[in-house]
């Protein structure tokens, strides 16, 4: 199966595709072209990172990559978190706001996609959770 079929047939992977999915031509662009949260994607590492990434996951792998630098995923994420909330429209800082303790809790710690995937699900199957 393909990596997005994979990811797909995941309730906590599904979720994720879609969020991202909602939001993201917003993302792109911003870091495509708005100069602060450009910096801060590749000071984050998120060129490097997004690329092996989605090199491992169409290899069938699952280990999340490493940063540039040691730089911890969840700290990095805040911080493009942050400058994409600074940025954005009111609807990606409201999906920023709403999410953004669950997505960076699910990648504190975790070595692979299965980890992130295992500490998401919870949070996805909460009734509490909107869109």
Do not use: M
């Amino acid at each position: 199966a393909t990596a997005l079929a994979r990811l797909s047939a995941d309730p906590a992977g599904a979720w994720l595709l879609a969020r991202a999915e909602e939001h993201r031509d917003e993302i792109v662009q911003l870091i495509t072209t708005d100069r602060p949260v450009s910096v801060v994607w590749h000071r984050a590492g998120g060129p490097a990172f997004f690329a092996a990434g989605l090199n491992t996951l169409r290899a069938g792998g699952d280990a999340l990559p490493t940063l540039a630098g040691g730089s911890a995923l969840d700290e990095s994420l805040a911080r493009v978190g942050d400058a994409l909330a600074t940025h954005g429209s009111p609807a990606l800082r409201g999906a920023i706001a709403t999410h953004r303790a669950a997505l960076i809790a699910a990648v504190r710690g975790s070595t692979t996609l299965g980890d992130v995937l295992d500490k998401l699900r919870p949070y996805v199957a909460s009734p509490s959770v909107v869109g």
